[in-house]
Nanobody, 120 residues
Framework: VQLVESGGGLVQSGGTLRLSCAAS????????MGWFRQAPGKEREFVGA????????YYADFVKGRFAVSRDLNKNTVYLQLNSLKPEDSAVYYC??????????????WGQGTQVTVSS
């Protein structure tokens, strides 16, 4: 499956963005759909994920209630709502499909990424 992210951009500190990830094929409820990010000079890190028939979500500790992952299985699209953005949230955000939750190695399909830049 091919994944295409969109929705990134430049936003002021405290602002919001909604990232979308459109899949070329069907997303099933048991698929793990995750979001990662990578800032310059830093390793790629887990942000959040969603999976299961109930759409259970998982988040990195640094999210602290600011971000939310959701999905629309009818549209084969996954979303990442970014609220209360901080300059340190600036990074390329990637969508991925896999089998695990927290580790990038558990994901086998990746999008090209979308840049999020938060100005102070």
């Amino acid at each position: 499956v091919q994944l295409v992210e969109s929705g990134g951009g430049l936003v002021q500190s405290g602002g919001t963005l909604r990232l979308s990830c459109a899949a070329s094929g069907r997303i099933f409820s048991d698929d793990v759909m995750g979001w990662f990010r990578q800032a310059p000079g830093k390793e790629r890190e887990f942000v959040g994920a969603i999976t299961g028939s109930q759409g259970r979500t998982y988040y990195a500790d640094f999210v602290k209630g600011r971000f939310a992952v959701s999905r629309d299985l009818n549209k084969n699209t996954v979303y990442l709502q970014l609220n209360s953005l901080k300059p340190e949230d600036s990074a390329v955000y990637y969508c991925a499909k896999g089998r695990g939750i927290y580790t990038s190695g558990d994901y086998d399909s990746w999008g090209q990424g979308t840049q999020v830049t938060v100005s102070s």
